[in-house]
């Protein structure tokens, strides 16, 4: 039962990311290129996603724990630190580089697309590295 | 920046929608914001069922690195899932989403090892922080969307702009 409502929301994920453009780096580039051939579509995709999101967590949060599990697992962390900020800054300059991030990417394998396996390939390399890193630094 | 460059033809492809290698796509508010909404249902339903948070990079790390059979068989699922949305799109339209990747192969895989680097230290990325931490007005959150928002522009800027590459 876990495991069909895992399958069924990914679906719904992939599903949206197809429908939404988040999966066309031409797409996600052009967002991103307010200077040359903007196209404001990503905004509407956040702002849905956001706003769909809001409301829906106020609402399942209200409960006791989930249907299929013990309790709520959201993170707890407030803390702002250079890990959080370096990290999503280099996730911006990849993202601005290659178009895809990791839930644009992830469905569109489903299209079979080589270019995408290219991609996934050249993300799982990179979260391998800094995964070895952490673990030295640890 | 040879790898970087975009177009390396001097004069404009004729192909309708392009410019150089640069594709102009079609403003989509209507179909963007549908997409959206079945992405922050979808962050809803993982909320509902498991108590998670849906963020591609927290599913798809523990998926490729799992820690317990428990914590591993549903990423898995997730990802099985994900994977399948292009295939469900097809059924509805009868085609699979376009997909145009505008930059070189080298390009691309510099990128991907980039993001991958990044979205690890930083905890997550545009479903996780973007779509789910910003719904929980999480500090740590917003923080990384503007900033990964503002690097992002920066660098589409420097290489369509500054680099000369179109």
Redesign the interface.
């Given at each position: 039962m876990?495991?069909?409502?895992?399958?069924?929301?990914?679906?719904?994920?992939?599903?949206?990311?197809?429908?939404?453009?988040?999966?066309?780096?031409?797409?996600v580039?052009?967002f991103?290129?307010?200077?040359?051939?903007w196209?404001?579509?990503?905004a509407?995709?956040?702002?849905?996603?956001?706003?769909?999101?809001?409301i829906?967590?106020r609402?399942?949060?209200r409960?006791p724990?989930?249907?299929?599990?013990?309790?709520?697992?959201?993170?707890t962390?407030?803390?702002?630190d250079t890990?959080?900020?370096?990290?999503?800054?280099?996730?911006?300059?990849?993202?601005?580089?290659?178009?895809?991030?990791?839930?644009?990417?992830?469905?569109?394998?489903?299209?079979g697309?080589s270019?995408?396996f290219?991609?996934?390939?050249?993300?799982?390399?990179?979260?391998?590295?800094?995964?070895l890193i952490?673990r030295r630094m640890r | 920046m040879p790898l970087?460059l975009i177009n390396v033809s001097p004069e404009p492809l004729s192909k309708p929608g392009m410019?150089g290698l640069?594709?102009?796509?079609?403003?989509?508010?209507a179909?963007?914001?549908?997409?959206?909404?079945?992405?922050?249902?979808?962050?809803?339903?993982?909320?509902?069922?498991?108590?998670?948070?849906?963020?591609?990079?927290g599913i798809?790390?523990g998926a490729?690195?799992p820690t317990s059979q428990r914590n591993w068989?549903?990423?898995v699922?997730?990802?099985?899932?994900?994977?399948?949305?292009?295939?469900?799109?097809l059924v509805f339209t009868g085609g699979?989403?376009?997909?145009?990747?505008?930059?070189s192969?080298p390009?691309?895989?510099?990128?991907?090892?980039?993001?991958?680097?990044?979205?690890?230290?930083?905890?997550?990325?545009?479903?996780g922080?973007?779509?789910?931490?910003?719904?929980?007005l999480?500090?740590?959150s917003i923080?990384?969307?503007l900033?990964?928002?503002?690097?992002?522009?920066?660098?589409?800027?420097v290489?369509?702009?500054l680099a000369g590459a179109?």
């Open positions: 876990r495991l069909l409502a895992a399958y069924v929301t990914g679906l719904v994920f992939g599903l949206g990311i197809s429908i939404s453009g988040m999966a066309n780096p031409a797409k580039l052009n991103f290129d307010f200077a040359g051939t196209d404001p579509s990503l509407f995709v956040m702002g849905g996603a956001v706003v769909v999101t809001f829906g967590y609402i399942v949060l409960r724990g989930p249907l299929l599990d013990n309790a709520f697992q959201v993170p962390n407030r803390t702002l890990r959080l900020i370096g990290g999503s800054a280099l996730f911006g300059v990849g993202w601005g580089i290659a178009g895809f991030c990791p839930g644009g990417a992830l469905p569109a394998l489903g299209t697309k270019e995408v290219l991609f996934v390939a050249a993300l799982v390399a990179g979260i391998g590295c800094a995964k952490q | 970087l410019k640069v594709v102009i796509t079609e403003f989509t508010p179909t963007s914001a549908l997409g959206g909404a079945l992405i922050g249902l979808a962050a809803v339903m993982m909320m509902l069922f498991l108590g998670r948070i849906m963020g591609a990079t798809f790390s490729i690195t068989l549903w990423r699922a997730t990802l099985a899932g994900m994977i399948s949305g292009p295939l469900a799109y699979f989403p376009v997909i145009d990747v505008p930059i192969t390009a691309l895989m510099i990128g991907g090892f980039i993001v991958g680097v990044g979205v690890t230290i930083g905890s997550g990325c545009t479903s922080h973007g779509v789910c931490g910003i719904a929980r999480s500090p740590r923080v990384a969307t900033t990964f928002m503002a690097t992002t522009s920066l660098t589409v800027y290489i369509r702009h179109v």
